[in-house]
């Protein structure tokens, strides 16, 4: 298991591991994990590897992805049977093309999570969602609900910050989620494409990178020397850096916990990485 000291918390990394995503197949990795207890025995092994967060997608038995709250539950307790609370379980409301914003909002109001992530595209794309949007972000911020929001391209961050200036989305710090590649050519992401992202108002939000193919660890690595956070997983990449395929999702998650420290900086366990976003409901 990786080692974690008692250093300051504010300069640890959380990194966070997508082990399955909505769209990938056992096709795509014969190890990819579907079902409640492959997420949990995988989520132990990417935890002993370094990874403090785990990004929940649950799929029905035909494999494709979906909101059930009673999947999301069950997925829930597997974890937590199999790590108790060595990871902070952030479960997705990704539509995926299939998934209407209500049917988003609810399933995440059924679940409680102990937190969220949630696409700025997708629940307040406009001004004609938010008086729904600002309604459930409200209610997120009041449930004490963490809650990342996920930024696809520098003119969504522009928006985002927008509603937070406007109070539709309440709090002064929040954690975002950087989505390098995800319009590029092949899905190949490159460091660059972290630049338009990082004109951020206060050193005091938190942001995290992934990536999409090959350079998916050049991406993260480069993000976490500019003192961001990283997740890795079979959601955006299957590849090692040498371009052969993983031989699970840990095996990426130990990729970039071997070479954090090359940066100054520590890992976060599960209880670092709760005090560190705690921070952002208090704002």
Not at 79 to 91: A, G, T
Not at 104 to 122: G, N
Not at 125 to 150: C, G, H, K, M, T
Request: net charge negative; charged share 20%.
């Amino acid at each position: 298991m990786i080692s974690h000291s008692q250093d300051n918390t504010s300069e640890r990394v959380i990194l966070a591991v997508a082990p399955n995503g909505a769209r990938k197949m056992k096709t795509d990795h014969s190890l990819l994990p579907m079902s409640a207890s492959e997420i949990a025995i995988d989520a132990a092994r990417c935890r002993d590897a370094g990874a403090s967060l785990l990004h929940l997608h649950v799929r029905d038995k035909a494999g494709h992805h979906s909101l059930n709250t009673d999947l999301y539950r069950e997925a829930i307790a597997a974890v937590r049977r199999s790590i108790n609370e060595d990871l902070l379980i952030q479960i997705t409301t990704e539509s995926a093309g299939i998934f209407a914003p209500d049917e988003q909002m609810e399933c995440v109001r059924s679940v409680k999570p102990e937190a969220v992530s949630l696409a700025i595209k997708e629940l307040a794309p406009d001004e004609a969602a938010i008086p729904v949007a600002s309604s459930f972000f409200d209610w997120l911020w009041n449930e004490r609900i963490l809650a990342q929001y996920i930024i696809y391209t520098p003119k969504e961050l522009n928006w985002f910050l927008n509603l937070v200036k406007r109070g539709v989305v309440p709090g002064a710090t929040h954690f975002l989620q950087f989505v390098l590649g995800r319009y590029s050519e092949n899905q190949q992401s490159s460091l660059e494409d972290l630049e338009g992202f990082l004109a951020l108002p206060s050193e005091s939000y938190h942001w995290s990178v992934c990536a999409f193919g090959k350079n998916e660890q050049s991406c993260v690595l480069g993000a976490i020397a500019k003192g961001g956070h990283a997740r890795v997983g079979f959601e955006n990449n299957i590849f090692l850096p040498n371009g052969q395929k993983a031989p699970d999702n840990a095996a990426l998650v130990q990729g970039i916990a071997d070479s954090i420290p090359a940066s100054g900086r520590l890992l976060a366990d599960g209880r670092q990485t709760r005090e560190l976003l705690v921070n952002t409901l208090k704002s």
